[in-house]
C-alpha cells in the first residue's frame, strides 16, 4: 500500500488526498488516467436553480463549521445565548399545493442553516427515511432534508427531498421535489437536478432515501412510502465502492483537508432572506433500522451569502468536536442546541427542529 509523501502514513492507491494529513497525492495513470472528469454525459438538468452554487460552498461551510470548534469549545447538551437577529416568523402552516409548477416569486435568500450528523462509520450503502414535513418562513422558503455519502475515491453524492427549495433568482417552485447532487475532488460541482417524484408525496408521509453502488454508477433514489411515487437519478461511481466515514477522514480530532468538507451523513438545510433567530421550526426525523450508528459529530450553523465570500454567522460543534458515542445507550436521543436550534441523534436517529 503507497504511503504519504508527508507523513507517511498509508493510504489507498485511488485516494487523491492523504486522509491523515490532507496533501495532495501524486495521481496513478493506472488508476485515474481512464476515468474522465465527469464520467460521461451530465445528468438531466431542472431549469435555473441557485442550489447549485450554494450547495457547492455547503462543502467549503461545513469544513468551517467543524474547523470553528477550536473557537467554539462546546459539550454535547448546551444552550448558547449568543445574541440572534430574528427577523422572520416561521410559518406553522405552508401552503398546500395540487401539482402546480407555477415560481412563486420572492426575495432572493442569501443566509444558509445547516444542522448536521456526520458518521464516523464506513459504508458499501447508504439508506435512511425522512418525514416529509412541509415547514416554511415567512417568504414561504422551506428545508431540503438530505442524505450524503463521500466515497473513498473523494466524490460526494447528495440525495434529498426539498420542499419550496429557493431558484437562482430567488422565489422557488412550490411543493415537495426530489434534488441531487454530485462533486467531484477539488470542489468542483455538477448543477443540482431537481425534479418531481412520479406521484404524490404528502405531508407526514416517509420517504426513503438511498445511495448504492450498481454497475459502476452511483443510484440515489426517493421513494414514498406511503404513495409509491418514486424518482432516481445515477453519476459515475468513479471506481469507488464505499462511503466513507468520519474515521477514515480525520487528523487526530479535527476535519482534514482530504474531504475538503465533503461528508458521509445528514443534513437539513434552510435559506433565508435575512438571519433567521427563530429557531430550527417543525420537528424533521431520519430514521433507520439495518445498521446502527456507532458514534456521529453533531454541527450547527448559519452562514451569510450576501457579500462575495461566505461569513458565519453562527457555529457550533457538539463535543468539542469529538464524535458523540452512541454504543452505550444506542436508543437514546443525545441534544445538541446551539443559538436556538436543537438537533438530536442516536444510534438510529437524526431529528432537527423544535
Known amino acids: 500500500m503507497p504511503q504519504c509523501p508527508r507523513c507517511q502514513g498509508y493510504v489507498g492507491a485511488e485516494y487523491r488526498f492523504c486522509p491523515n494529513c490532507g496533501v ?5 495513470p493506472a488508476t485515474w488516467a481512464a476515468a474522465p472528469e465527469w ?3 451530465a445528468p ?3 431549469g435555473p436553480s441557485k442550489a447549485g452554487i450554494w450547495i457547492a460552498v455547503a462543502a467549503v461551510i461545513v469544513v468551517a463549521l467543524i474547523a470553528f470548534v477550536a473557537l467554539v469549545p462546546l459539550p454535547l447538551i448546551t444552550q448558547s445565548n449568543a445574541s440572534s437577529n430574528t427577523s422572520i416568523a416561521l410559518v406553522a402552516s405552508c401552503p398546500t399545493y395540487t401539482g402546480s409548477t407555477a415560481n412563486v416569486s420572492e426575495p432572493n435568500p442569501s443566509y444558509d442553516v445547516q444542522e448536521v450528523m456526520i458518521f464516523t462509520q464506513s459504508y458499501s450503502q447508504l439508506m435512511f427515511n425522512v418525514t416529509a414535513t412541509a415547514q416554511c418562513d415567512s417568504y414561504g422558503y422551506g ?3 438530505l442524505l450524503n455519502g463521500l466515497t473513498n475515491t473523494g466524490y460526494w453524492y447528495q440525495v434529498g427531498l426539498n420542499w419550496d427549495w429557493p431558484l437562482q433568482t430567488g422565489g422557488y417552485v ?3 421535489s426530489f434534488v441531487s447532487e ?4 477539488g470542489g468542483v460541482t455538477h448543477p443540482p437536478s431537481s425534479s418531481p417524484f412520479s406521484g404524490t408525496v404528502n405531508q407526514n408521509d416517509i420517504v426513503e432515501l438511498s445511495i448504492n453502488f450498481t454497475g459502476g454508477k452511483v443510484i440515489l433514489s426517493g421513494r414514498d412510502l406511503n404513495t409509491s411515487a418514486v424518482a432516481s437519478t445515477n453519476f459515475p461511481a468513479n471506481r469507488a465502492n464505499t462511503f466513507v466515514g468520519l474515521q477514515a477522514q480525520q487528523s487526530r480530532s479535527r476535519f482534514s483537508f482530504a474531504t475538503q468538507g465533503y461528508f458521509t451523513g445528514l443534513m437539513t438545510e434552510w435559506y433565508h432572506v435575512r438571519p433567521t433567530g427563530e429557531g430550527t421550526g417543525i420537528e424533521a426525523r431520519y430514521t433507520q433500522t439495518v445498521t446502527s450508528i456507532s458514534s456521529a459529530t453533531l454541527a450547527i450553523g448559519e452562514w451569510n451569502f450576501t457579500g462575495a465570500n461566505p461569513t458565519s ?3 457550533g460543534v457538539a463535543n468539542n468536536g469529538y464524535p458523540v458515542d452512541f454504543s452505550g445507550a444506542p436508543n437514546q436521543l443525545q441534544q445538541f442546541s446551539y443559538n436556538g436550534f436543537v438537533a438530536s441523534a442516536d444510534a438510529f436517529e437524526f431529528v432537527t427542529g423544535s
Not at 24 to 28: C, G, H, N, R, V
Not at 182 to 185: E, L, N, R, V
Open 182 to 185: 454530485y462533486w467531484a475532488p
Open 24 to 28: 495532495q497525492l501524486q495521481f496513478s
Open 313 to 315: 454567522v453562527f457555529s
Open 44 to 46: 438531466p438538468r431542472e
Open 39 to 41: 464520467g460521461g454525459a
Open 174 to 176: 412550490p411543493g415537495f
Open 143 to 145: 428545508p431540503a432534508y
